[in-house]
């Protein structure tokens, strides 16, 4: 499949759409668009063979969160998938990037996903996390009113730790978990020189 038209029926599907409350507008089709790179990235690093070649797994990982906003949204994702590329893909290849959105947040019990999904369930979650998770931090507490007072407090506590534990814990490859790493302790360092901001230092 050509990647530059795959590209533009994702962000006629997805740019002009605002799927979260929480959410700048085309925010599905941004954070596809990062998890399609990611997961290339990671799939160099897998010394495993994939089910699909990068072109499906790229789509697979672009559309994942097509259907946000209803739910079951992986399923109703794989749907508007089968729709979306069929004058693009052969029927079996609708299938396999149908089934890597289906598989996209199947993140327990997982043992049945492809490894192409376990591909993109980690990119997907990586993306929340390091630069990104600073951005979605910041904006929900900017469509929340929030003070930065009130948005350190919420990043230090343990709810929040809680969730970085429970979202390193859920990713599927040694080469995820050190790049969640490098992106968590990049969160650190920006919300720890906010709070010294917010206190005064120079």
């Known amino acids: 499949m050509n990647r530059k038209k795959c590209i533009q029926i994702a962000r006629s599907a997805m740019a002009g759409r605002k799927a979260h409350p929480a959410r700048e507008k085309g925010y599905t089709f941004h954070h596809g668009f990062r998890t399609a790179r990611l997961a290339l990235r990671l799939r160099e690093q897998i010394s495993k063979p994939v089910e699909v070649p990068e072109a499906l797994l790229f789509a697979g990982a672009l559309f994942h969160d097509v259907g946000k906003g209803r739910e079951p949204h992986n399923h109703f994702g794989a749907a508007v998938v089968a729709r979306l590329l069929a004058e693009e893909l052969a029927p079996d290849e609708i299938e ?17 996903c492809w490894l192409a999904s376990k591909i993109v369930q980690d990119a997907d979650l990586l993306d929340h996390f390091g630069a990104q998770g600073v951005w979605l931090c910041l904006n929900y507490s900017a469509t929340h009113g929030r003070t930065d007072a009130k948005t350190l407090k919420f990043y ?10 429970k979202s390193r814990k859920a990713l599927n490859f040694e080469i995820s978990r050190l790049a969640f790493d490098r992106r968590a302790s990049l969160e650190r360092q920006f919300m720890d020189r906010l709070a010294a901001e917010a206190d005064g230092e120079l």
């Open 96 to 112: 396999a990037v149908g089934r890597i959105v289906r598989e996209h947040n199947r993140r327990k019990n997982n043992r049945r």
């Open 156 to 165: 230090n506590s343990p709810d929040n730790h809680a969730y970085q534990v």
